[in-house]
């Protein structure tokens, strides 16, 4: 029974909402599919950001 309690108000939304499943799932995927797209885009900077950081580095410990 205390399960059903948590869930009245996701419920609630849900019926309120006039969303169908279909739609909350298309959200979710949206939402999942920026998130990625955004992890994607950090790990991208992060790796120039080291690569730059290797190559200063290395021009600076050059010896001619």
């Known amino acids: 029974m205390k399960s059903l309690m948590c869930m009245c108000p996701l419920l609630f939304s849900f019926l309120v909402s006039g969303c169908t499943a279909s739609d909350w799932v ?14 994607k885009a950090q790990r991208t900077a992060r790796l ?13 410990h050059f010896v001619e």
Request: proline content about 0%; glycine content about 12%.
């Open 26 to 39: 298309e959200v979710a995927g949206g939402v999942m599919q920026g998130r990625d797209d955004y992890n």
């Open 48 to 60: 120039k950001r080291a690569n730059k950081a290797a190559m200063r580095m290395k021009r600076s």
